[in-house]
């Protein structure tokens, strides 16, 4: 079994290489066997998730060794990543019909299939950490697949809070595994408790959060987000949305769970993180005017409930059960939901190639498949009642007002934090009816003649069978999730729980009770009146004579990324370069230009001094021989004589000094080696 | 004489080949017989490495002043490392000097210089190191000046002058050291008479700072650095990686043999000179990668990238731990491997294309993908992204920095040690993206992968399986890493 296990994280890598060379002969078979090996990785996680839990180490690979473990909480992510790979794997094939270099983008698929399972079946942090960085650098190819102008500028974006976050983390289990001795999941906890010197340890916990929490796309890390997601193919968006911020909230959970077991610190920190990143990523998805961007910020909101959960769980400590349970569901949730939404704004895109909402605006009218497939999702991640979203939401509502109770002092804090929840949850139903409304009910400035467009672009039907059915089963699974919570969804809470020493729940949740509905209630009220007040009306000013646009209030210059950061690293790196240059040249000038003027000139001070003095007592002009011209303009190199002209000149010279100095040096050596002396 | 005669084989055979190359006009003749030195070198090495530790007696200058080889484990880890890369290197050169003249001269005092350093690797003591030591400088000169321009022949007197400067402060510290010394043959825990040392500390400390600042010039180590980002672009392609990756190792050697072979750890731990030697170290690391990103010439840019990471190195040893040491000696492995690939995948594409310059290769990925692939390991190598090489011997470092006793200067290292890969990422990896991802508007019709070349693709992509073999794999250096270290704590 154990074997097999090293199949699920390897052989994605060997498929990788294999499709590469597969597709320099035949592009048919290439994309047979990449939708081959995706569908394999299922099964084979399928088959192996019946096994229990299995673990599999290879000791001294990479120095350290490397370990494997699969079962409870790494089963279901690593489910997340193989079905939202087959899935997206499947849209490709509809997706990449016309587009270039697509065996450069199946390799690093592939590839990055199998880093996200090293991290996601990961049993130590030093084996999270090196599948992280693979992740990446993989990942970065396809964010940049198009190499467009904005999608480089996207990838550089992505690479560079990568790169930065990857050597933070770094940093930080450098110290972690200096102080723990060891970074097995399993033995972290007990370790951390023996540990006295707790700064140290918090210090290295932060820095190996940064990397995390930045792949994640928390606050105020989450730049490369809104911008790299939309950058890529749709397909691959799906997955970056879907499973990739993933392992940023698997590494959260790992610290979460280990060494930050229970505390409450830590707990109040990645609240309010949680809390900034849920709300922040909600007002930029009303405020979007483009699909995909919409949905990228969406993921940033919905990563800030999952670390809401997360918190909730350290801070509830031994009450945890329904803050687990909400962080699994939701994690779950929100991956489903995204790998079915993005891959279906592509199916847009390939008919309008655009995402702006004024240009796709009323395409799906008349369509209700798409409506179907989209507006399931759309709904469910809103949290309304009967759809899967609505029962992690619930549980994390839920475990929020249960440590109101608990908090004391601090629950005015909690007080807010429940209604940013309710807040953000309210503004995920505003973006999601602004998105449902004008895809699918709006009419578009020239209705007819866009259509005709769009049905130029792509001639037949606007979207293929496999898709249209991997989608729609997607979409069907969510409402039976919801329908019936604690047969279907309770399960999978209990199987990820043990991973967060997860409480079994004293009793089974009455997810439709009143309180509850009331609570999904608010939220939804707030974002219907969101739509109605602020949406259909400053979002969509009104002109007599023309169509009502989206407009985006958000101003250039209010962006995080190129106000704050880019121009912060730019006069860092000014800064070290001005001091590198200081640095390199300063001793050489040191040397060789200021050390030898002082001489000069303290010289020359010197010798003007000893002229008034000389003047004084003597009465005559002091003539210094040889004088400092005449060492200037020496050309048989100092002369001591007064007239050099002679026959003999040079035997009064510097430099024939110097030789009998170096004959007398020669014999010496000679006498030496020949042990005369 | 003595049995040990297999020491000086390694040695000899390739000055006296190069001496012989040096008048082989002919090209298909001198090229048999280089590569048949290089195969006949690595054959020999084999029982040199298994004639023990036995020494060599060469000659008594005088009394107290002899030359004597010896072979330890150090030894064995520096002379294999060059031998193999070397070996690698010749395949390379003989295509790349195809472009070049003079070639026999060129070839010669490679050879050459392969002797000089096979001596330091074997020398028994500090005299020995130094002759070996003078003659690498003397012929690896005429490699830097190779092209005959003015540039060159700067580059070759910077080169020449730092080099002697540093070397005299090394025979300086020699002559200083004498009267301390109970044995001048290298020993673990060092030579140090305690009976004289105790008394005159502050002295023999100072004493080690001016010999590590010497031999530190060869390492490129502030402030003796100003030669190496000048000399190594010059230099032909595979000379500037030889310079690069494995000629500045040898000052890595001198100082390792001072530092724990005739000093000591112990004698050194947690004094001033040691925190002197690990801020320059620091200084230069950042120093080194922060002008890097300035460079546009892709081949300075790879020297500076240089004097940065051999200060890894020097960072290592100076820590005084063994963890610190272990990552020492695998960052000079792994850095070796690195940036050799590099300078060659760099000076493959000089040959292909003539393009010097970071902002010219655009696109050169799409016409020359292993070149750049190769580049691209290098480059990931020499950050330290996981699972190559360059990972496993930073976390070892950053583990030894902790290990030690020194406080904040500890963290402040890690720090650095950070930055520095973030300015290395900086420097390497746009390159690697403007290589393959040129953009959609660049005109791709015109290009077309070109043929291979197989005496050039061989070494870059062995260099390249390499990084990312012994990274996954760090068991098969290893056990000779630890023989060096278990040795010496």
């Given at each position: 079994?154990?074997?097999?296990?090293?199949v699920?994280?390897?052989?994605?890598?060997?498929?990788?290489?294999?499709?590469?060379?597969?597709?320099?002969?035949?592009?048919?078979?290439r994309?047979?066997?990449?939708?081959?090996?995706?569908?394999?990785?299922?099964?084979?996680?399928?088959?192996?998730?019946?096994?229990?839990?299995?673990?599999?180490?290879?000791?001294?690979?990479?120095?350290?060794?490397?370990?494997?473990?699969?079962?409870?909480?790494?089963?279901?992510l690593?489910?997340?990543?193989?079905?939202?790979?087959?899935?997206?794997?499947?849209l490709?094939?509809?997706?990449?019909v016309?587009?270039?270099?697509?065996?450069?983008?199946?390799?690093?698929?592939?590839?990055?299939?199998?880093?996200t399972?090293g991290?996601?079946?990961?049993?130590?942090?030093?084996?999270?950490?090196?599948f992280?960085?693979?992740?990446?650098?993989t990942?970065?190819?396809?964010?940049?697949?198009?190499?467009?102008?904005?999608?480089?500028?996207?990838?550089?974006t992505?690479?560079?809070?990568?790169?930065i976050?990857g050597?933070?983390?770094l940093s930080?289990?450098?110290?972690?595994?200096?102080?723990?001795?060891?970074?097995?999941?399993s033995?972290?906890?007990?370790?951390?408790?023996?540990?006295?010197?707790?700064?140290?340890?918090?210090?290295?916990?932060?820095l190996?959060?940064?990397?995390?929490a930045?792949?994640?796309?928390?606050?105020?890390?989450?730049?490369?987000?809104?911008?790299?997601?939309?950058?890529a193919p749709?397909?691959a968006?799906?997955?970056?949305?879907?499973v990739?911020?993933?392992?940023?909230i698997?590494?959260?959970?790992?610290?979460?769970?280990?060494?930050?077991?229970?505390?409450?610190?830590?707990?109040?920190?990645?609240?309010?993180?949680?809390?900034?990143?849920?709300?922040?990523?909600?007002?930029?998805g009303v405020?979007?005017?483009?699909?995909?961007?919409?949905?990228?910020?969406?993921?940033?909101?919905?990563?800030?409930?999952?670390l809401?959960?997360?918190?909730?769980?350290?801070?509830?400590?031994?009450?945890?059960?329904l803050?687990?349970?909400?962080?699994?569901?939701?994690?779950?949730?929100?991956?489903?939901?995204?790998?079915?939404?993005?891959?279906?704004?592509?199916?847009?895109?390939?008919?309008?190639?655009?995402?702006?909402?004024?240009?796709?605006?009323?395409?799906?009218?008349?369509?209700?498949l798409?409506?179907?497939?989209?507006?399931?999702?759309?709904?469910?991640l809103?949290?309304?009642?009967?759809?899967?979203?609505?029962?992690?939401?619930?549980?994390?509502?839920?475990s929020?007002?249960?440590?109101?109770?608990?908090?004391?002092?601090?629950?005015?804090?909690?007080?807010?934090l429940?209604w940013?929840?309710?807040?953000?949850?309210?503004?995920?139903?505003?973006?999601?009816?602004k998105?449902?409304?004008c895809?699918?009910?709006?009419?578009?400035?020239?209705?007819?003649?866009?259509?005709?467009?769009?049905?130029l672009?792509?001639?037949?039907?606007?979207?293929a069978?496999a898709?249209?059915?991997?989608?729609?089963?997607?979409?069907?699974?969510?409402?039976?999730?919801?329908?019936?919570?604690?047969?279907?969804?309770?399960?999978?809470?209990?199987?990820?729980?043990?991973?967060?020493?997860?409480?079994?729940?004293?009793?089974?949740?009455?997810?439709?009770?009143?309180?509850?509905?009331?609570?999904?209630?608010?939220?939804?009220?707030?974002?219907?009146?969101?739509?109605?007040?602020?949406?259909?009306?400053?979002?969509?000013?009104?002109?007599?004579?023309?169509?009502q646009?989206y407009?985006?209030?958000i101003p250039?210059w209010?962006?995080l990324?190129?106000?704050v950061?880019r121009?912060?690293?730019?006069?860092?790196?000014?800064?070290?370069?001005?001091?590198?240059?200081?640095?390199?040249?300063?001793?050489?000038?040191?040397?060789f230009?200021?050390?030898?003027?002082?001489?000069?000139?303290?010289?020359?001070?010197?010798?003007?001094?000893?002229?008034?003095?000389?003047?004084?007592?003597?009465?005559?002009?002091?003539?210094?021989?040889?004088?400092?011209?005449?060492?200037?303009?020496?050309?048989?190199?100092?002369?001591?004589?007064?007239?050099?002209?002679?026959?003999?000149?040079?035997?009064?010279?510097?430099?024939?000094?110097?030789?009998?100095?170096?004959?007398?040096?020669?014999?010496v050596?000679?006498?030496i080696?020949?042990?005369?002396? | 004489?003595?049995?040990?005669?297999?020491?000086?084989?390694?040695v000899?055979l390739?000055i006296?080949?190069?001496?012989?190359?040096?008048?082989?006009?002919?090209?298909?003749?001198r090229?048999?017989?280089?590569?048949?030195?290089?195969?006949?070198?690595?054959?020999?090495?084999?029982?040199?490495?298994?004639?023990?530790g036995?020494?060599?007696?060469?000659?008594?200058?005088?009394?107290?002043?002899?030359?004597?080889?010896?072979?330890?484990?150090?030894?064995?880890?520096?002379?294999?490392?060059?031998?193999?890369?070397?070996?690698?290197?010749?395949?390379?050169?003989?295509?790349?000097?195809?472009?070049?003249?003079?070639?026999?001269?060129?070839?010669?005092?490679?050879?050459?210089?392969?002797?000089?350093?096979?001596?330091?690797?074997?020398?028994?003591?500090?005299?020995?190191?130094?002759?070996?030591?003078?003659?690498?400088?003397?012929?690896?000169?005429?490699?830097?000046?190779?092209?005959?321009?003015?540039?060159?022949?700067?580059?070759?007197?910077?080169y020449?002058?730092?080099?002697?400067?540093?070397?005299?402060?090394?025979?300086?510290?020699?002559?200083?050291?004498?009267?301390?010394?109970?044995?001048?043959?290298?020993?673990?825990?060092?030579?140090?008479?305690?009976?004289?040392?105790?008394?005159?500390?502050?002295?023999?400390?100072?004493?080690?700072?001016?010999?590590?600042?010497?031999?530190?010039?060869?390492?490129?180590?502030?402030?003796?650095?100003?030669?190496?980002?000048?000399?190594?672009?010059?230099?032909?392609?595979?000379a500037?990686?030889?310079?690069?990756g494995?000629?500045?190792?040898?000052g890595?050697?001198?100082?390792?043999?001072?530092?724990?072979?005739?000093?000591?750890?112990?004698?050194?731990?947690?004094?001033?000179?040691?925190?002197?030697?690990?801020?320059?170290?620091?200084?230069?690391?950042?120093?080194?990668?922060?002008?890097?990103?300035?460079e546009d010439?892709?081949?300075?840019?790879?020297?500076?990238?240089?004097?940065?990471q051999?200060?890894?190195?020097?960072?290592?040893?100076?820590?005084?731990t063994?963890?610190?040491?272990?990552?020492?000696?695998?960052?000079?492995?792994?850095?070796?491997?690195?940036?050799?690939?590099?300078?060659?995948?760099?000076?493959?594409?000089?040959?292909?294309?003539?393009?010097t310059r970071?902002?010219?290769?655009?696109?050169?990925?799409?016409?020359?993908?292993?070149?750049?692939?190769?580049?691209?390991?290098?480059?990931?190598?020499?950050?330290?992204?996981?699972?190559?090489?360059?990972?496993?011997?930073?976390?070892?470092?950053?583990?030894?920095?902790?290990?030690s006793?020194?406080?904040?200067?500890?963290?402040?290292?890690?720090?650095?040690?950070m930055?520095?890969?973030?300015?290395?990422?900086?420097?390497?990896?746009?390159?690697?993206?403007?290589?393959?991802?040129?953009?959609?508007?660049?005109d791709?019709?015109?290009?077309?992968?070109?043929k291979?070349?197989?005496?050039?693709?061989?070494?870059?992509?062995?260099?390249?399986a390499?990084?990312v073999?012994?990274?996954?794999?760090?068991?098969?250096?290893?056990?000779?890493?630890?023989?060096?270290v278990?040795?010496?704590?």
């Amino acid at each position: 079994m154990s074997a097999l296990l090293a199949v699920l994280v390897f052989g994605p890598f060997v498929c990788g290489i294999c499709s590469y060379l597969l597709g320099r002969y035949s592009k048919e078979m290439r994309n047979g066997f990449v939708l081959l090996s995706t569908a394999a990785e299922l099964g084979l996680l399928l088959y192996l998730s019946g096994e229990g839990s299995i673990t599999l180490s290879f000791p001294d690979v990479c120095g350290l060794g490397i370990g494997f473990e699969l079962g409870g909480f790494h089963t279901v992510l690593a489910f997340l990543a193989a079905s939202g790979w087959f899935t997206a794997s499947v849209l490709s094939m509809e997706y990449f019909v016309h587009v270039k270099r697509r065996n450069r983008y199946y390799m690093f698929w592939l590839l990055t299939l199998g880093a996200t399972m090293g991290i996601f079946l990961s049993a130590d942090l030093y084996t999270t950490f090196i599948f992280f960085e693979m992740m990446s650098f993989t990942s970065y190819v396809f964010v940049v697949q198009t190499e467009e102008r904005a999608a480089l500028r996207a990838g550089g974006t992505y690479l560079a809070v990568a790169v930065i976050g990857g050597l933070v983390t770094l940093s930080g289990i450098f110290i972690l595994y200096h102080q723990l001795g060891t970074v097995q999941i399993s033995e972290m906890a007990s370790a951390a408790e023996a540990v006295g010197n707790k700064t140290v340890l918090w210090t290295g916990g932060i820095l190996t959060l940064v990397g995390f929490a930045s792949k994640a796309g928390a606050f105020p890390l989450h730049i490369w987000l809104p911008t790299a997601h939309p950058a890529a193919p749709a397909p691959a968006s799906g997955v970056l949305s879907g499973v990739i911020t993933k392992t940023g909230i698997y590494g959260v959970s790992i610290l979460s769970v280990t060494i930050f077991l229970h505390n409450s610190t830590w707990g109040m920190m990645l609240a309010v993180i949680g809390g900034i990143t849920m709300i922040l990523g909600a007002v930029l998805g009303v405020l979007s005017i483009d699909l995909k961007r919409t949905l990228a910020c969406s993921s940033v909101s919905q990563i800030g409930f999952i670390l809401t959960g997360i918190s909730m769980q350290c801070l509830l400590g031994h009450h945890n059960a329904l803050a687990v349970a909400g962080t699994i569901l939701h994690i779950v949730n929100h991956s489903l939901i995204k790998m079915v939404l993005f891959p279906a704004a592509g199916v847009i895109h390939l008919s309008t190639e655009s995402f702006d909402l004024n240009d796709i605006r009323g395409f799906g009218r008349g369509k209700p498949l798409l409506a179907v497939i989209m507006g399931v999702p759309m709904l469910s991640l809103a949290g309304v009642p009967l759809l899967s979203g609505y029962v992690s939401k619930t549980l994390l509502h839920e475990s929020i007002v249960e440590y109101i109770e608990m908090a004391g002092a601090s629950a005015w804090f909690f007080h807010c934090l429940e209604w940013v929840f309710l807040i953000s949850g309210g503004l995920t139903l505003c973006y999601m009816l602004k998105l449902f409304f004008c895809i699918f009910v709006e009419e578009n400035i020239a209705q007819k003649d866009m259509e005709k467009h769009w049905k130029l672009n792509r001639p037949g039907a606007f979207i293929a069978k496999a898709s249209a059915v991997v989608l729609l089963a997607y979409a069907v699974c969510m409402p039976l999730l919801g329908a019936m919570p604690t047969k279907m969804m309770d399960p999978i809470a209990a199987f990820g729980r043990g991973f967060f020493h997860g409480e079994v729940p004293e009793h089974a949740v009455e997810y439709f009770s009143l309180t509850n509905l009331l609570g999904a209630g608010i939220s939804l009220s707030i974002g219907i009146l969101v739509y109605i007040f602020l949406v259909c009306t400053m979002l969509r000013p009104w002109h007599a004579d023309q169509d009502q646009l989206y407009i985006n209030p958000i101003p250039a210059w209010l962006d995080l990324e190129f106000s704050v950061y880019r121009p912060l690293l730019t006069v860092l790196a000014e800064i070290l370069l001005l001091l590198a240059t200081v640095v390199d040249r300063f001793f050489a000038r040191l040397l060789f230009g200021f050390v030898p003027k002082c001489i000069f000139f303290i010289k020359r001070f010197l010798m003007e001094w000893w002229a008034q003095v000389y003047y004084l007592f003597m009465r005559e002009t002091y003539i210094p021989r040889p004088s400092l011209e005449e060492f200037g303009d020496d050309e048989h190199f100092a002369f001591y004589a007064n007239h050099p002209t002679g026959q003999k000149g040079i035997m009064h010279s510097f430099g024939f000094g110097l030789l009998i100095a170096g004959i007398g040096l020669g014999i010496v050596l000679l006498c030496i080696l020949l042990d005369i002396i | 004489m003595q049995s040990n005669i297999w020491l000086l084989l390694p040695v000899l055979l390739p000055i006296l080949g190069g001496l012989a190359v040096l008048h082989l006009h002919e090209r298909s003749r001198r090229r048999f017989i280089v590569i048949a030195l290089m195969v006949a070198q690595l054959v020999l090495l084999i029982p040199a490495f298994q004639a023990g530790g036995e020494e060599l007696h060469l000659l008594e200058l005088a009394a107290g002043i002899r030359l004597v080889l010896r072979l330890d484990d150090l030894g064995r880890l520096f002379s294999g490392l060059v031998c193999i890369i070397w070996f690698l290197v010749t395949f390379f050169a003989e295509q790349y000097m195809d472009h070049e003249e003079r070639r026999e001269r060129f070839f010669g005092f490679y050879l050459i210089t392969l002797g000089a350093m096979m001596g330091i690797c074997f020398a028994g003591n500090l005299v020995t190191l130094y002759m070996f030591y003078e003659m690498m400088t003397l012929c690896s000169f005429p490699l830097v000046l190779h092209s005959g321009t003015r540039e060159s022949f700067a580059a070759a007197w910077r080169y020449l002058a730092f080099s002697v400067t540093g070397a005299a402060l090394g025979l300086m510290g020699l002559f200083l050291l004498q009267g301390y010394c109970s044995t001048d043959l290298f020993t673990l825990g060092g030579v140090l008479d305690p009976a004289v040392a105790g008394g005159n500390k502050p002295f023999l400390l100072t004493v080690f700072l001016i010999m590590a600042v010497g031999f530190g010039a060869k390492a490129g180590m502030f402030p003796l650095h100003a030669w190496l980002p000048v000399a190594h672009p010059v230099a032909p392609g595979p000379a500037s990686a030889v310079l690069s990756g494995l000629i500045t190792k040898m000052g890595i050697c001198a100082i390792l043999r001072v530092t724990y072979y005739l000093y000591g750890w112990e004698f050194l731990s947690g004094t001033w000179v040691q925190k002197a030697a690990l801020v320059l170290a620091l200084l230069t690391i950042l120093m080194g990668s922060t002008l890097a990103l300035r460079e546009d010439v892709m081949k300075k840019r790879l020297a500076w990238s240089t004097v940065s990471q051999v200060s890894y190195v020097i960072f290592g040893i100076m820590l005084l731990t063994p963890t610190g040491l272990e990552g020492a000696l695998f960052q000079v492995v792994f850095h070796a491997i690195a940036k050799n690939a590099l300078f060659l995948s760099v000076a493959a594409i000089i040959y292909r294309t003539g393009l010097t310059r970071a902002s010219e290769l655009q696109g050169i990925g799409i016409t020359n993908p292993v070149c750049m692939w190769c580049f691209t390991i290098g480059a990931l190598s020499l950050i330290g992204i996981p699972p190559t090489g360059g990972f496993f011997a930073k976390w070892k470092l950053a583990q030894g920095a902790l290990d030690s006793t020194l406080g904040p200067l500890a963290y402040v290292g890690i720090a650095i040690l950070m930055i520095s890969a973030l300015l290395t990422a900086g420097y390497l990896l746009p390159v690697v993206i403007n290589a393959f991802f040129p953009g959609d508007w660049f005109d791709r019709s015109a290009l077309q992968p070109q043929k291979p070349l197989w005496l050039i693709w061989v070494p870059l992509l062995v260099l390249a399986a390499a990084a990312v073999v012994l990274g996954i794999f760090p068991t098969l250096v290893s056990p000779l890493v630890e023989g060096v270290v278990y040795a010496l704590f």
